[in-house]
């Protein structure tokens, strides 16, 4: 057996999927598009041929949720490869995770990528996305990178993501506006669609599809961000009128909303607010204008980062073992 190492970028979640039809497979009740994002990025490197499975993120134990879903992965790249063998898994991120920055799909994107390599198998792209998507649905939109489409389907190897073409993502930038409220949104999947308003979410889900695809595909950038801030509204209406009530937005939130919102009224900026189940928020622009966004967030006392869209994962020749 031998030792490898993958490094993907977590995703900006644009269409946003809520829900799961089949939680054990990850499978989720819509489709979903998304923007890859760099130079944030999980690191992690794979090793087969040890007694049992380990698991360090950022060297710390990952809990027993986390070690069950490397499992996942790891199984399924042992069963495809005829491996008997535990594997040593170590993973970095260079960014903070469980804050709404889509660290997941990095996550199993990476060691999906490291574990079949390890295993010395390879993948063609749908199959790895599948397989990514075990770890988390969002990962198969980081295997395939820039602007993703994840399919929904009951069929294992058609719910796999696909690249959309584009001819704008180099001018595009995302000003980060960290609001570190930690958050977890399994339980949010399973009982969100108990909401009154996911049926209406629902409803409109194929419409807003086309429509990203459109936009994306001929370099709307204004068409693009502002549906994707319209949509994380509507996330946040459905979520919080869930069972569990749950208002993951803080006060920072909203007024990086206000920023944007303010930006494009009074100074004709380009610039879209975007958000996931988290806290923190996206603020999406150009490179023309990315100096004015981020000294508008930083005036708030909000902790900033710029990013540029990521692709998909590749292996590096150092491990971090």
Known sequence: MMKATARAHPIQGLLKYHGLADAERNVPVHDSISLCTAPSATTTTVEFGYDADSC???????DDEGADRVRTVLDIVRERADVDTGARVQSENSFPSNVGLGASASAYAAL???ATDA????LSTPALSALARRGATSAARSVAGGFAHLRTSMDDADCTAERIP????EDIRIVVGHVPEFKRTEHAHQVTPESHLFRSRLAHIHESVGDFRD???DGDFHRTFELAERDSLNLLAVTMTGPDGWVYWQP???RLLQTARRLRDEADVPVYFSCD???TAYLNTTAEHVDRVTDAVESLDVDTDVWRVGGPPTLLEEHLF
Not at 166 to 169: G, K, L, R, S
């Open 277 to 279: 189940t988290g806290a």
């Open 112 to 114: 999906a990528l490291a």
């Open 215 to 217: 936009a994306i595909r």
């Open 166 to 169: 584009d001819a704008f993502e």
């Open 119 to 122: 295993a010395g198998i390879s």
């Open 56 to 62: 360090l993120v950022n060297g710390e134990p990952v």
């Open 252 to 254: 920072d939130t909203r």
